[in-house]
């Protein structure tokens, strides 16, 4: 079941995983809920060989849709947004009022 509610980010940090996997999480929280939306392999060793590198998409997407096109990383702290979630899951993020998504999953096509 789809679902929309609305959210503040309230941390937002890019690490380096087990076995060298970059990602980027956002810890969100709505009324009376916290969710994760992230955990995408954005590059490894194996696939910048390959030349998949999707962090500077990832990044310029998120900044793009919450902040639109302006600012750090780290000042989507504390912004308000909304998340788009399917069984339970946070499948996308959005604009606080603007009809502004980023859909990883659409747009990073599965990768």
């Avoid at 979630?85 to 990768?111: M, Q």
Wanted: with cysteine.
């Amino acid at each position: 079941m789809e679902k929309i509610e609305n959210a503040i980010i309230k941390n937002v940090w890019l690490e380096i995983e087990d076995h060298g996997i970059l990602t980027c999480e956002i810890d969100l929280e709505g009324a009376g809920w916290e969710a994760l939306f992230g955990g995408f392999c954005l590059c490894n060793k194996s696939k910048l060989e390959d030349g998949k590198d999707y962090t500077g998409f990832y990044i310029r997407r998120l900044i793009d849709v919450i902040l639109e096109g302006y600012g750090k990383l780290n000042s989507l702290v504390g912004e308000p947004c909304r998340v788009q979630t399917e069984n339970g899951k946070v499948v996308a993020i959005g604009h606080f009022y603007k009809d502004k998504w980023f859909k990883p999953r659409v747009e990073l096509k599965g990768e």
